[in-house]
């Protein structure tokens, strides 16, 4: 989805790429291929088990 809606916004191929694999693989059970992907996973985590913890 994301990359079929970021080619109708006539993005950049290399921007959507890079935004394509922040998210894939972003699971707690998968290894990220990006710095941005581990990133979007750490933030996942945190927002899961939530700020007052």
Same mark, same amino acid.
């Given at each position: 989805?994301? +990359? ?10 290399? %921007? *959507? ?5 922040? %998210?894939? +693989? ?11 992907? %581990? *990133? ?5 985590? *945190?927002?899961? *088990?939530?700020?007052?913890?």
């Amino acid at each position: 989805m994301l +990359k079929e809606e970021m080619t109708k916004l006539q993005y950049d191929d290399e %921007i *959507i790429e890079q935004c394509y694999l922040a %998210i894939y +693989k972003h699971s707690w059970y998968d290894m990220p291929e990006t710095l941005e992907g %581990i *990133i979007v996973r750490d933030a996942d985590k *945190i927002d899961f *088990i939530g700020v007052g913890r």
